[in-house]
Every structure is written in structure tokens, then in C-alpha cells.
């Protein structure tokens, strides 16, 4: 039975989601300020993270690798109002970028200040007071600050990279293991009351050596000795950034400071669902996710990141049971790189991905996107779709990204199923109808559409 006839009898009951963003984040997910909304750890399950009051969190996160060092105060504000307003939860950012093609450890911020005295870690650059109008005062730890308030402010969770140290290892050379532990517990002193930072290891490089697993150990060692006194990680929440086609899994899943791990793929972002279902069937389970995605209009892949791509790599992150960070190849470096460059990040900051994303958060904030869990069985057939199923079966999320039709199992839900097509584009839903929970039904999604969700519910008695 073809669905997309029933969709079209009843196309005039089309359904806008008009529903402020914050307005739903605040009522359906629980969001109640920094404090409450913040990462504390992983649930029991060990499938996702829960916020400071043990409620599920929803990671939806963006990169902005070089926030504390390019953009000034009212540039930072600026990226994170926006941020905030389109429904992100996330900023990833490293406090310093040692990536010596964008910015590199020794280079200033926006007001001609460096992190360290003589390139140390060990030595972070401190002066007396902290007035933004007095130069000789405000130094480059108070403007970390003042960026790490207003994400606060924002309501937003910083994943902070102590030294991102990049895929060549650039950070390497200020980096090491007689400063790793000296420099963590700076990071842990300086921010243990700040319950919005996440903190994120490593940065775009693998830890295929002792030495680089030593030193990041080091390193979670004294951050979390710094938050709480004592070697306790139950205190801190950390994971690893690695390069594409890795897994934070590959060296530290029994890390006894790892929360929760993080992939990349680059531009192989169509390996993501198996890459996330791999790490999905370790034990002990840790929650996963895609840490960096291809960057939205970034030409560095021999092809152009569009927004269907962008919708792509999100829902298969959500739908194969991990979180999601998007990212834009101008927004993340702040218009400082301009090998890759497209347009400037102001105007990055809209872009159609980025707010398709924010209409991911509202149609995932509508369901109880926690309890629901990835099931392929619900397919009669082979298909490049993906679903995820609740416990009590009386709900299966589909995402289509292609308009190709697809074959359900209609016995996987418990009762008479209501049909609801929703654009990834928008929001915009329409209910098609209630079919039997028998037998089997084809969908096709709605003509025009490059990608689609359809959502399949134990229609009301």
C-alpha cells in the first residue's frame, strides 16, 4: 500500500510547527538555566548524557575551534547570542588553537595577548586585575573568561579543548608530559564553579603513541584534581577529539576519565552510522556521537558540503543512537583561514544547514528522544534508511535521505499506526492517516522532497 496517496487526499491538513525555540527547549527538554542544562555524566544506561539534574541532555553542537582567540568580546557575544537563538546546546572551542595553520600556541588573541610565558603551558600569562578597558590588565585568561561567562549567560555548554593540538601535531612542540598535569590542574582551579564546561582532549589527532596517552592522562588528571581536590572523575565530564576516521574508542574507551567518546569522519560523513553503531555495542556502553562534521560549503572535500548533507550527517549521528556537532568552514576559524574560505562567518552563521538543524531540534524535542533506540528490524527490506524504536512500541522515528520509497513492518508497532511525513527543511508536518499494525507498507516520501521523516505512532484510542 503506497502512503504517498494518502499523504496527497489529505495534504490541505498540512501542520506548521510554530513553536518558538527556546519556548520548546525550555518545556519539553528541560532546560532551565546553565547549571540545570549542563552535562553532568552519562545516564545508567550509559546511552546518552544527563545535565546537573540528571534529566537527558540533547547534544546538538557546533565548532568554533578559535573562539578565544580571534573574535574580540562584541564578536564573541555576537557568535554566541546566535548560537544560542537557533538551538544549539554546544560549543566546542579550544581555549588554545595550537593548530599552526589558523592561529598556532604562541599566537595573541584579539588583544595582542598569548596564553603563556616563554611558550609554557606550565606558565600561563597572568597580570594583576582584569579591566577590558586597561590593557596592561586584561590578559588572555580574563578574556577566556569573559568568553566562557557569556556562553553561561547563554545557556550554552562549552566542550573545551585545552590545546587543540591538530593532525600534524602542532601543539606538540609547547605540549608535553612534564607540563601536561601542571597545565590541566591551571584549567581544573581556574574553572571548577563554571558546570557548563565540558572538557574535550586531544584535538584532530590520533593517540597512537604512550607518550600522547600518557600526557592526555596527565592532563585529565590534573583538571579533574583541580575541580575537585582529588583524582575523582565522577566530578568532571571529558572525551577525546580525534581526526577523521577514528573514534575516541580506538585508545581510551577504559580510560577511567572518558565520559563519553566522540568520532570524526571527515568527509566520509556516509561511514557515520557505522562508525557510531560500532562504538554503540561496546561494553561498558559509553554514549557516542559525531564530534566534527563536514563543514557546511567547505571545499576542502573535492565536493561542496550542501544543506541536504548537513541535515544528512545529523540525523544519521541522532538515528543510529549517538549526539551530533555541526560545523561551517567559515564559522569555525572566524574568517581567519582563507584557504578554505567562502564567505565571511557573519553571514556563515545563517546558513541553511544551521538553521535546518534548528528545526532537528525542535522535531527531536517533540519525542521522548532519550528512551528511543536504534532497530533496523523495523524495515522489510534492504534500505539505506534508518529508525529508531521505543521500548513500549508505540513509537518508530524513519529517516529517509534520499526520496527513495521504503518498506515498513507495520507488527512493530502496538496498535492502529498514525502516518506523519515531516520536512527536515522546516518542521512542517502532515498527518497522512491511520493504517493496521499488519503486514507490511511502502512509503514514498512527499514529491519534491530531497530527504524526509516519517514518524509512525500508536494512534490515540
Known sequence: MSQFGVHQAVQNNHER????????????MGVQGASASSPKGADPTGRYLVDQERKPFFWLGDTAWNLFQIPNREDAELYLATRAKQGFTVIQAAIVMGEERVAGTTRPNAYGDTAFTDNDPAKPRLTPGGNPSVAEEYDYWDHADYVIERAQAHGLTLGILPLFVGWRGDGYKYLKVANAYTYGKFLGERYRAKPHIVWILGGDNVADTEEKRTLWGLVAKGITEGVAGAEDYGKTVMTYHCPGGNSSSNWFHAAPWLDFHMIQTWSDYKSIPGRIAADYKLTPPKPTGLGEGAYENGNQYKFTVNALAIRQQAYWSYLSGGYHTYGNTDVWNFSSYKGEAFQDWKLALHAPGAL???????????????????????????TQALALRSPESDTILLYLSSPTAVSVRMDKIAGPVQVTWTDPRTGDRTQTGTLPPQGTSSFSPPPGWEDALLLLKRAAR
Open 17 to 28: 510547527w510554530a513553536i518558538d525555540i527556546l519556548t520548546l527547549v525550555i518545556v519539553l
Open 356 to 382: 535546518h538543524l534548528g528545526a532537528l531540534r525542535k522535531i527531536l524535542g517533540s519525542l521522548e528522544w532519550w528512551k528511543l533506540v536504534p532497530d533496523l528490524s523495523v524495515f522489510a527490506g534492504p
